[in-house]
């Protein structure tokens, strides 16, 4: 019976029909576009489909990249515990894609560049470049073991399909279209699989509203058990979800993973136009609002058709993360196929993010670091690099799975590293892009003290766990359950700590554990960002910065980017003279800045005036 507790039901031959189905689907996806593009195999091809990429499918690609299996089981289970303040992300999703179009889109398109830590070189120097792309491979391969070891787990524990042989599917799934098809591969199969998520999602929310007799009942449900008090204005920095949380500092996160991160920027500077690139990201908010909306709905389903047996508490199931799979092999498993749909939608999700994070480490390892080593590279021997390195990072990122399993909340975790990590690197970006007496003195003091600062808060974080007085998990009852599992409670309240819902609290707490340590995870970005661009900006005035007079033009934001629909495909080319230069071709041994390469460069044409603040 539904709702009540105890066992469900196995995987049926029809839901493994589907599933493999639906990933052989995926792969073929890619192999096709491998097959179509056969002819031009090189490596502009490889890593941005020849530039010749149109906004809607470079949209869905950007959704999907982001929209993990960790977002397709991690929001329903956030929702059932926390309520709808997740929701609020789209406040923060429409401003980071306002930002990123009108801002960064301009910028690296004109700049011409493959990785986006290009524009460290040109602006700064060497050094800084390659610490930035140090920061991102080791920020997307820990990411990338997250993606795949969360949904494998909870697939494994609720379904019975096996960790390991997942894990390793998922990889080389990845890895062969990623090898052989390039960008290209990996942007059609994420619109496939992307197009999969939303239908497993819409499955549940169908099912759950029928045996509820209604969405109005669902609604009801979640409005008595408080789970729709999603606007909660309290400017407590350590309460983990607040509207200013979510909107300030959740802001600020997304336009860090969108704005400089590799495998969002390669997306849109692979578009035809600055306006396909520009269109791209708006769509991709659009996109954003209905999977986040979906997810939400689909966690107030789970808690109407629980919300009297919380499986957790009735230990029917072992981690928060393992609900959605239970939900689905309880309410579905009579429809033949579908629980098959729904776990193909949490490993396509899974499928797209780790195909576009091997696509980006390749894109940045090629550009950053062996380009300007092997300067004479030709495009045969640059092609079977290419799939040498994309093997390899399937490789790394299965690995590093084994590191994610020590992590806590998955959804929270993923989120944090991102914080940790983008949050300086997205300070430096715009030192580099506003502030025009910041040198590289300033851009590497406050990018190694901002990045300090979120390593400090994170991890200790990590070891003490904030108490659930601000994180604020809302309460949960086992009084209707049938197959009543363990004898201790039969209600939980708002506040009890369990290993499953709560970290477990360490018996000896520092002082700073309940202030510095319980800093909501989303404000780690704002407080690596903040820190990078004050100390830049000391640093820098305190070394010459302000004195600086040759710098390139082109490496600022110009008030002619900003929302330039109607004239940005002529603004997409830069002048003769601003033409970019790129970083291996002009250095030699790094030893040159480009930022003040061509002197005479210096005084802006009048149309494209540069928007800087210093």
Known sequence: MVGTGGPVAPFSVW????????????????????????????????????????????????????????????????????????????????????????????LFYRLGITSAYEYLEMR????????????????????????????????????????????????????????????????????????????????????????????????????????????????????????????????????????????QVQRYISCRTVTHAKLSLYIN?????????????????????????????????????????????????????????????????????????????????????????WTSMTEKQASLLNMGLSVVFGAVCIGMAAVASQMGSILQAALSVFGMISGPLLGLYVLGMFFRCANSSGGLVGMITGLLLTLWVGIGAQMYPPLPEKTRPLPLSTEGCIYNNTQNFTTMSPWSSTQTLIPTIPNSRPALADSWYSLSYLYFCPVGTLATIIIGLLVSSVTGGCKQRTIRPDLFVRKSDLFCFSSCDDCSTPPESEAPVKSSSSLKEGKKNLAFIGSQMDIADKNHEKLTWF
């Not at 890619?30 to 002819?39: H, N, V, Y």
């Not at 929702?79 to 999703?93: D, E, I, K, Q």
């Not at 749909?341 to 490993?347: C, G, T």
């Open 15 to 106: 839901d493994y029909v589907v599933f493999a189905g639906i990933v052989l689907g995926a792969a073929g996806i890619g192999l096709f576009q491998a097959i179509r593009s056969r002819r031009d195999n090189s490596s502009q091809e490889f890593l941005l489909g020849g530039r010749q990429m149109s906004a809607v499918p470079v949209s869905m690609s950007l959704t999907a990249s982001f929209m993990s299996g960790i977002t397709v089981i991690g929001t329903p289970a956030e929702a059932y515990l926390y309520g709808t303040p997740f929701w609020l992300f789209g406040f923060s999703y429409a401003i980071m894609s306002t930002v990123s179009a009108e801002i960064f889109v301009p």
């Open 124 to 263: 700064f120097n060497k050094v800084i470049r390659v610490i930035g792309t140090s920061m991102y491979i080791t920020q997307t391969a820990l990411y990338t073991g997250m993606v795949i070891y969360a949904p494998a787990l909870a697939l494994n524990q609720i379904t019975g399909l096996d960790l390991w042989g997942v894990l390793v599917a998922t990889g080389v799934v990845c890895i062969i279209y990623c090898t052989l098809g390039g960008l290209k591969a990996v942007i059609w199969t994420d619109v496939f699989q992307m197009v999969v998520m939303l239908a497993g999602f819409v499955a549940v929310i169908v099912r759950g509203a029928i045996l509820q007799e209604g969405l109005t009942k669902i609604w009801d449900d979640a409005r008595q058990g408080e789970r729709l008090n999603a606007f909660d204005f309290s400017p407590d920095p350590l309460r983990r979800h607040t509207f200013w949380t979510i909107v300030v500092g959740g802001s600020l996160m997304w336009t860090s993973i969108y704005a400089i991160n590799q495998s």
């Open 285 to 373: 908010m659009v996109s954003l609002w209905v999977t986040v909306s979906l997810a939400v709905f689909s966690g107030l389903t789970m808690y109407s058709i629980y919300k009297d047996c919380d499986p957790i508490t009735n230990k029917d199931v072992g981690a928060l993360d393992q609900m959605l799979p239970y939900l689905v092999m309880d309410i579905l498993s009579e429809f033949p196929g579908v629980p098959g749909l729904f776990v193909a939608a949490a490993y396509s999700g899974t499928l797209s993010t780790v195909s576009s994070s091997i696509n980006a480490l390749v894109a940045v390892t090629m550009e950053d670091f062996v380009k300007p080593l």
